[in-house]
């Protein structure tokens, strides 16, 4: 029941360390919507409440996703339809709370999901307003793979001070994972994505810090015989959907993405 900040690693599981707690106090002969996740991206936001539903499956407890890109009345509809835990995006959180189709009023429990990623984002100012609308006394829990200087700041801005709860390993790699460094310089870069994606068995995920270096890159490798797709945080979900479904069936190569995408 205490405010708290959870730092650890991706993949130890988090979302179980949020979620199964949360499950466990929800009641489920009361159709009220007991507890908000909010991440920073449409995928994260699916990927939760799909964990989530499966958690709670045998409880019976209802768990909807809402983000942008996404018809909004198909969500309003599935609110109306019921829903325990609301698993969504700042923008369109906001949106339905505005257009009073999201009522937090019997809100328990506020999780931030990669709270670090929101944090350091401009939207952060959304969360903040998404918070403002749930009661004071509703549980705050924030969860991240990497820490912030703003935690710092978390109590100051909804008056509370969090425990902080710290279970980073240091960094280690899987004993089977290989690593290989190439210094390239910028004329290169598309020439060893070009020979590595041609090498039998290679798939890869291409990380950008910013979406201008993402286009050209991906400028390029349009006229080349690379199978590759680009995942950035403007594209239409259909897109973004068919992009990681390629990738994991192998259907493409490389898969471009951009920081906050990835």
Excluded: C
Excluded at 72 to 93: D, F, N
Excluded at 130 to 139: C, F, G, N, S
Aim: net charge positive; proline share 3%.
């Amino acid at each position: 029941g205490k405010d708290v900040i959870g730092q650890a690693q991706t993949g130890t599981g988090k979302t179980a360390a949020f979620g199964l707690p949360t499950l466990d106090k929800i009641r489920t002969e009361e159709n009220t919507i007991q507890a908000l996740v909010i991440a920073p991206t449409r995928e994260l936001a699916v990927q939760s409440q799909e964990e989530l539903f499966r958690f709670g499956r045998d409880k019976g407890v209802k768990v909807r996703s809402v983000y942008g890109g996404s018809s909004i009345e198909k969500q309003i509809k599935a609110l109306r339809s019921g829903a325990h835990i609301v698993v969504g995006t700042p923008g369109r959180l906001l949106d339905l709370i505005k257009r009073k189709a999201l009522k937090l009023n019997n809100i328990e429990t506020l999780i931030l999901d990669e709270a670090d990623e929101m944090l350091r984002d401009p939207g952060f100012d959304q969360v903040r307003e998404i918070a403002a609308a749930a009661p004071a006394e509703a549980q705050l829990a924030f969860f991240s793979a990497t820490p912030s200087p703003y935690f710092k700041e978390l109590h100051k801005w909804f008056g509370k001070t969090p425990d902080i709860i710290d279970v980073r390993a240091i960094d280690r790699t899987r004993g089977e994972v290989r690593h290989l460094f190439l210094q390239t310089d910028r004329a290169h870069q598309v020439d060893w994505l070009r020979t590595l994606a041609h090498t039998d068995g290679f798939k890869a995920l291409v990380f950008f810090n910013q979406n201008s270096s993402l286009e050209r890159v991906a400028g390029i490798l349009r006229h080349q015989a690379v199978r590759f797709a680009v995942l950035s945080r403007e594209g239409r979900q259909t897109v973004r959907q068919k992009a990681l479904t390629d990738f994991r069936r192998g259907r493409i190569t490389l898969l471009l993405v951009t920081d906050m995408a990835g």
